[in-house]
Structure formats: C-alpha cells, structure tokens
C-alpha cells in the first residue's frame, strides 16, 4: 500500500494495554469531532464521533473524550490488538460550513 | 449497495493534461467529499458539496474543478496537470442526520502521479 504514516508521529504500544492518541484541534466553532482509522493501502474508517456539547463517548473498545477549555480530544482504544495497527485521524465538523477538515494523524503501532 | 466507487484507481498523467477522477455513491447520501493525501501525509479537503447542484471549496481548491449534477455523483476535474498533484484522490459521502451523523464513508482512492 501507500506510505501513509511515514511523516506521522508514532505511538508503540503493546499489545493487551490501552492506547491513548491525542489531537488538538483550533476552531472553536466546530460542532462534532470524529476519529478515523486508516490502515495500509485504504480510505478512511469511520470509528467514531461526538457532538461539542459533550464531554465524553464510549463505543465497542473505544472511547472518545472532549475537552473544550483546552481544545483537546483524545481517543482510547481499550485492549489493544494488532487488527488496531493504523493511522488514526481526528476530524471536525467546520460549524454551518459543514465541511469536514481532517488532523494531524497518528501512526499506532502495537508491539508483540 | 456497491458504497462509494472511484475510478479508474491508477493513473499517470503528464504536466499540462488534463483528466476527470470519477465518483459515485449508491447510498443516496446528501454530501459528497474529495480529499487528496500527500505519502505520509494527513488529507486535505479540496471540495465539498451538501446536495445536487451545490458544490464549494475546501481548503486546497486550485487547479480543481467539481460539478454535482446528481445525488450520485461528484467528478472531480484537473484541467493542466502540475506535479504537485501527484497524490492519493479520496472520495466520500455522508448522509445528513442519522444514527452517526458524521460517518462518512470513503472510496478506495485513485492514486495519481504527474510527470
């Protein structure tokens, strides 16, 4: 596949233990911020989202939290796997625009 | 449903060219999305648009071109090809509302290199 994740920052983890990625965003007009997964070779995976007027959501292993005084989300994969291994994305929702910009990403790792 | 399909999913062009990336989506989703990747980079927005006959830019918008005649599909046109181009082309599509109201759903990319 592509070499997407090469410029990226990387975080190891091994396997069992919970992943932390980080993303810090700038509009604070935005109104729903989404993680996104990529792996190798592929689009974008939805993984999940959260509205701006919450502080914190949970799905299947995953949970999202919001920080807004410091315009801070992060994402925490519980478990991790190796299926886990990817490119993760945070993305917001630019407000009334309703154009959806992407982050920074980070590569995830997971050590045997 | 076939979801989001691009085509062609290679292509190589020469400076000066011009091509059209093709898009369609079967879901009947009201938003449509092209981003493009630099290798190992994040992806950047080029254009969007919220429904038939309403397009606008994103964040890289220059040398591009979009038109949204249907609900299904969203070409994306390069009228003269510049190496600065060369990259990984992603479609998407959202529909408004919903269980996740943000969940977009990708192609699986056209990867285009200018020479």
């Known amino acids: 596949g592509e070499s997407v994740g090469l410029h990226l920052p990387t975080l190891s983890v091994q396997e069992g233990d919970n992943s932390i990625i980080n993303c810090a965003y700038s509009?604070?007009?935005?109104?729903?911020f989404i993680w996104y997964k990529q792996e190798s070779g592929k689009g974008p995976q939805f993984i999940i989202d959260i509205r701006s007027n919450m502080d914190k959501r949970q799905g299947q292993r995953v949970t999202v939290l919001l920080n807004k005084t410091v315009k801070h989300l992060s994402l925490q994969i519980a478990a991790t796997q190796p299926g886990d291994s990817a490119v993760y994305f945070c993305a917001e929702n630019m407000g009334r625009d309703d154009k959806i910009i992407f982050g920074k990403g980070t590569r995830l790792h997971i050590l045997p | 449903n076939a979801g989001v399909t691009q085509t062609p999913k290679f292509r190589i062009l020469k400076i000066g060219q011009s091509m059209t990336l093709q898009c369609t989506q079967d879901m009947n989703h009201n938003y449509m999305y092209w981003y493009r990747q630099d290798p190992g980079m994040g992806l950047k927005l080029i254009y969007y648009s919220v429904g038939a006959g309403i397009t606008d830019k994103g964040e890289v918008p220059n040398g591009y071109n979009v038109s949204r005649s249907t609900t299904e599909d969203f070409p994306l046109r390069l009228e003269l090809a510049a190496p600065s181009q060369t990259s990984v082309y992603f479609c998407a599509s959202r529909i408004r509302g919903g269980k996740s109201s943000y969940e977009q759903y990708f192609g699986p990319g056209t990867r285009l290199t200018v020479t």
């Open positions: 509009n604070s007009a935005s109104d729903y």
